[in-house]
């Protein structure tokens, strides 16, 4: 079973710090995606990282795909209160079947 | 709107009971997943069905089944209903022509077994 650890499992920061968020895993994927899922939603994809040592930036995020492709990061610049969410790292298979981390649940304090 | 209809929104049932959850993809979509959301299990993928066929088992148990019927919907049948067994399901939809293809996750079904 493909395991993917993210940590902090909690963030609670004021709007307008930075954070980072990471996904570890054991295992090897061909690609690595970030999605952030809202209370009552399904998640929602915010990146797709395919190589290895990929940095992918998204307005003030930015995604970084670890160079043995088994880690990912995700770091937010100057956070707002929309940026509150759930967000999940999830490993993807050959069969694009998706293996999901433990999730970082992010509040942001007005 | 990601386009992916799942119905009900929430279901409560008791324990020992059989429930269906339904799906129904983005147009043009072919392929559908299952997956389970529990708090101490986090999202698990159950099992994939590729244009009405079964593609990939995750972690599905027994008591649980599912289908894809030619009009692309697809149903997930869960019976022997368990207190453990109350979860999120979501259902996500893909055209999956090529391995990296985005899944669309619709709004999920609330089942609550009591």
């Known amino acids: 079973t493909q395991l993917l650890e993210q940590s902090p499992q909690f963030l609670s920061i004021q709007e307008g710090e930075n954070l980072t968020v990471y996904c570890n895993s054991s295992?090897?994927?061909?690609?690595l995606q970030w999605y952030r899922q809202e209370p009552g939603e399904g998640p929602v994809l915010l990146v797709t990282?395919?190589?290895?040592?990929e940095v992918k930036k998204l307005k003030r995020l930015t995604f970084q795909f670890g160079d043995a492709r088994k880690d990912s990061s995700l770091h937010i610049t100057a956070a707002q209160p929309g940026d509150t969410g759930l967000y999940l790292c999830?490993?993807?298979?050959?069969?694009?079947?998706?293996?999901f981390g433990t999730g970082t649940r992010l509040t942001v304090i007005p | 709107d990601s386009g992916v209809t799942q119905t009900p929104k929430h279901l409560i049932t008791a324990t020992g009971q059989r429930v269906t959850l339904r799906c129904s993809p983005r147009?043009?979509?072919?392929?559908v997943y299952w997956y389970q959301q529990s708090l101490d299990q986090g999202l698990q993928f159950l099992i994939q069905?590729?244009?009405?066929?079964?593609?990939a088992k995750g972690n599905i148990l027994e008591r649980f089944s599912a289908q894809q019927f030619p009009d692309l919907h697809s149903e997930l049948n869960l019976s022997s209903l368990e207190l453990g067994d109350s979860a999120l399901y979501f259902c996500a939809s893909s055209a999956y022509r090529t391995y990296t293809d985005t899944q669309y996750f619709g709004p999920g079904t609330r089942l609550t077994v009591l």
């Open positions: 147009s043009g979509d072919l392929s």
């Open positions: 295992s090897v994927f061909s690609s």
């Open positions: 990282v395919v190589t290895g040592g």
């Open positions: 069905y590729y244009n009405g066929e079964e593609r």
């Open positions: 999830a490993g993807l298979t050959g069969a694009n079947n998706l293996f």
